[in-house]
T-cell receptor, first 114, second 116 residues
Framework: GAVVSQHPSWVICKSGTSVKIECRSL??????MFWYRQFPKQSLMLMAT?????????EQGVEKDKFLINHASLTLSTLTVTSAHPEDSSFYIC??????????FGPGTRLTVL | AQSVTQLGSHVSVSEGALVLLRCNYS??????LFWYVQYPNQGLQLLLK??????LVKGINGFEAEFKKSETSFHLTKPSAHMSDAAEYFC??????????????FGAGTRLAVHP
C-alpha cells in the first residue's frame, strides 16, 4: 500500500509557542489530505480537509487561525498549531487520499504542551 | 448526515476464540464502510472495506465483515483470535457524494483484548 509519513513523531513544547507538523505522501501524489485529532482512548475527529493549492476546509468548531494548514505541493501538507496551550496536547494524525479514493494514514504525531 | 455506532468499547476474548466487533451505521446515501486497526501510538491501518458488490468482505489478518443493508450493520469477525490482534478497532463510514472528498466518519472504537 501507499506510504504516508509524519514528522515529528512526537514533540514537546512550551505554552505559547507554535509547532509545525508535516505530512508527506512518499510514493504517490495526494491532492487531498486530511488532518485528524485523537484524544486518549477516544476516536479520531476530523479537523480539516487540505487541498493542494487551495485553502483548507475546516470542520465546525475547529479554529482556522489556531490550526493553520498549508498544502503547498502534491506530497506535503503541514499543520501548524499556533500559540499552543496544554489543551492542544493530543495525537494528530494525517491521511492522504490516492487517485483511486483510498485514504492512507500517517503514523501520527504526539504533541505535548507544557 | 452519517454516523457510526460501535457497540462495546471493550471486548475481551480468549486466544483461539471467535472475535466479533459490532458496527452499525447511519447514512442517507449508499455507504462506503471501513474497518481500521490501531496499535498503541500508531496511525490507522486498513483492515477491509466495502464499497459495492459482494457484501461479505475479506481483509487482512484473517478478518472479514459482512455488509447487511437491512440491519445497517457491518460487523467485523475473525474465527480464531491471536494475541497479536489485541488493538483498537475503528469502524468508519464515508460516501462519494460529499464533493468527492471521501470524508471518513469514525465510530468511538472498540478495544480488543486477547488473553491466553
Amino acid at each position: 500500500g501507499a506510504v504516508v509519513s509524519q514528522h515529528p513523531s512526537w514533540v514537546i513544547c512550551k505554552s505559547g509557542t507554535s509547532v509545525k507538523i508535516e505530512c508527506r505522501s512518499l510514493d504517490f501524489q495526494a491532492t487531498t489530505m486530511f488532518w485528524y485529532r485523537q484524544f486518549p482512548k477516544q476516536s479520531l475527529m476530523l479537523m480539516a480537509t487540505s487541498n493542494e493549492g487551495s485553502k483548507a476546509t475546516y470542520e465546525q468548531g475547529v479554529e482556522k487561525d489556531k490550526f493553520l494548514i498549508n498544502h503547498a505541493s502534491l506530497t506535503l501538507s503541514t499543520l501548524t498549531v499556533t500559540s499552543a496551550h496544554p489543551e492542544d496536547s493530543s495525537f494528530y494524525i494525517c491521511s492522504a487520499r490516492t487517485s483511486y479514493n483510498e485514504q492512507f494514514f500517517g503514523p501520527g504525531t504526539r504533541l505535548t504542551v507544557l | 448526515a452519517q454516523s457510526v455506532t460501535q457497540l462495546g468499547s471493550h471486548v475481551s476474548v480468549s486466544e483461539g476464540a471467535l472475535v466479533l466487533l459490532r458496527c452499525n451505521y447511519s447514512s442517507s446515501v449508499p455507504p462506503y464502510l471501513f474497518w481500521y486497526v490501531q496499535y498503541p501510538n500508531q496511525g490507522l491501518q486498513l483492515l477491509l472495506k466495502y464499497t459495492t458488490g459482494a457484501t461479505l468482505v475479506k481483509g487482512i489478518n484473517g478478518f472479514e465483515a459482512e455488509f447487511k443493508k437491512s440491519e445497517t450493520s457491518f460487523h467485523l469477525t475473525k474465527p480464531s483470535a491471536h494475541m497479536s490482534d489485541a488493538a483498537e478497532y475503528f469502524c468508519a463510514v464515508s460516501d462519494m457524494f460529499s464533493g468527492g472528498y471521501n470524508k471518513l466518519i469514525f465510530g468511538a472504537g472498540t478495544r480488543l483484548a486477547v488473553h491466553p
